[in-house]
Structures are given as C-alpha cells and as structure tokens.
C-alpha cells in the first residue's frame, strides 16, 4: 500500500485475545520423520496418478489428511507436496491447529480452507476480513464476529436425551481451549462444548429448537466483550495465490478514534484496494481525520 502508508497503520496497541493466541505449541507438523528416501511406499493409493491422489486429498477433512501425513515417510513427504496443504501450512498454519485443537476439522475440508484462505472479503458484509471462524471455516470481519448473532455459538448445559445428543453430535461443533479471550480480556478454565448457530437453527428438530428457545432467551451477548464470539476465531492473512503473495490488511489513521458509524469505525480494516474506495467514501485525510470532499 505504498501511495496510503502515512494514511494507514498495520496493527492495534492491544490483543482481541482469539484462539491462535490461547494455542499450545504445535506438534503435529514438527514431524519425528528424518528426511531420507521413504523405504515404504503407500500401500494401494500408490497405484493412483499423483493427480488423482492429489483430488482426492483435496476432498478431505482437515483431520483425515492430517492423520494420513501421519501414517509413514512417503505419506508425509506425499501431503507435504500437495500445493493447498503446503500454502496453509505455510500462511494460515493457526488454522489447521486451532481446528484439529478444538475439533472442528472434521466438518473442514483442505480444500474448503484454501479456498478461504485466499478470500479477502468476510462473508456478512463484504469488507476485508483478517479472521476465519472455524467452526464451519468462514471469513468474518471484527465487526462482524464480534456483532453479527451468527458468530455467537451456542451452548447446551444440562441433561439431554438421546436423540437430542444425536442430532447435536452431527452438527459443527468445537470443544473450547482454556484461556483468555476478547478485548475484555475474559478467563476461560473450563472446556466448553459450543455449537454453530446456523446450524443449529437450520436442523429443523423441534425438541433442538425449543432447546435452542431456552438458551437464547437466558443469553446475556456483550458483543466484543463476550468471551464465546473468540474461541473459534483465528486470524489468517488473505493469500493471493497466483502471485503467491500475502496481505493482512491495515487500518485507517482517519479513523483511528472513531467507534460510531461503521464506515469510519476504526476497527474496519482495508487491503490496497478498498483502502482506495474508503479515502473515495469518507474523503481525504488531514490532520488526521476524514476532510468532507
């Protein structure tokens, strides 16, 4: 962004405290294998093309592909190679850990995380979006993981019957890492079993919704404040991935105080372009704040 650097800052002076920063160290990809030439190949999938090996791997969940980089040097050095895997590992590797951690891979395909990994707009309102919620793998902006009802999951306490656990057991959810999380900084000891909103009110079950009902109804939200809105958020650059570049976005030096209308809110973020379109909406800045045009 190089004619709106002085316009612009890359980082806030505080943490919004999300899963990536609660993470332990990761294991899985600080692999046992030494680096010599496989002496076990893969079985039957080595009859395969590596193209069609490739498509397959692709369709995986993030558990399942993980698990097979798992089974032997030849597997490992085989999703290793594999150009979706190799850019999350390589820009959106607190992805791939914060789902295997919190047990959310199994509804993320590889593909499905490349793919949002190099989607820059978050998925509610359009603006550029340096989180991925991955309970079900979406680009969200602050203002939206941190407003929008859909990013607020639930949580059911209490006993359930068994087709209730049933129907619950097939739809996203995470279990909790403990912590600290939000802007508010808010402590989290306990694991908690929390479910994907949507899916939760999309299921259709009567005994779900009436449940669902319950909840929502004795739910206190606080917003940014609210410590359930962090647990599943992680930040991740947007990758461009035919140039093979990155961009985390920036802030607005005009709106740097501002808290009121979202178009000059100042936990909005930009990439280049709708930096651009933003100095066009709310005009140039001076002194440091928006000059009507």
């Known amino acids: 962004m190089d004619t709106h650097e002085a316009l612009t800052y890359p980082r806030l002076n505080f943490k919004d405290n999300t899963l990536d920063e609660n993470l332990p160290p990761a294991r899985l990809f600080g692999h046992a294998f030494d680096v010599n030439e496989p002496e076990v190949d893969l079985g039957s999938l080595n009859l395969l093309p590596l193209e069609l090996l490739y498509s397959v791997m692709a369709s995986l969940d993030l558990c399942s592909i993980s698990t097979l980089r798992m089974v032997n040097r030849q597997s490992l050095m085989t999703v290793d190679t594999f150009p979706p895997f190799k850019c999350i590992i390589k820009h959106a ?66 006993r359930k019957s068994r087709a209730f656990s049933r129907i619950l057991d097939i739809l996203p959810h995470m279990r909790s890492i403990s912590g600290i999380y939000s802007p508010n900084e808010k402590q989290e000891s306990r694991q908690l079993c929390l479910w994907d909103r949507e899916s939760v009110q999309q299921c259709g079950d009567l005994e779900v919704m009436k449940r669902v009902g319950r909840v929502a109804s004795k739910a206190f939200d606080g917003k940014s404040g609210n410590k359930l809105r962090f647990m599943a958020i992680v930040e991740a650059p947007v990758l461009d991935h035919q140039t093979g570049k990155t961009e985390s976005g920036v802030y607005c030096s005009g709106c740097r105080d501002s808290t009121g209308q979202r178009s000059q809110h100042f936990r909005r973020r930009y990439s280049s372009k709708t930096f651009v379109s933003h100095i066009k909406e709310c005009g140039s800045i001076t002194g440091g704040k928006h000059q009507n045009q």
């Not at 951690?101 to 490349?114: G, P, R, V």
């Not at 190099?118 to 079900?136: H, N, P």
Request: charged fraction near 20%; charge should be neutral; aromatic fraction near 14%.
């Open 93 to 158: 590797h607190p992805a791939l850990h914060g789902a295997l951690m919190i047990h959310s891979a199994k509804w993320i395909t590889c593909e499905k995380l490349f793919r949002i990994i190099c989607t820059s707009e978050c998925e509610s309102c359009g603006d550029f979006a340096g989180y991925v919620y991955l309970i079900t793998c979406k680009r969200v902006c602050f203002l939206c993981l941190s407003q929008d009802d859909k990013y607020l999951p639930y949580t059911f306490t209490g």
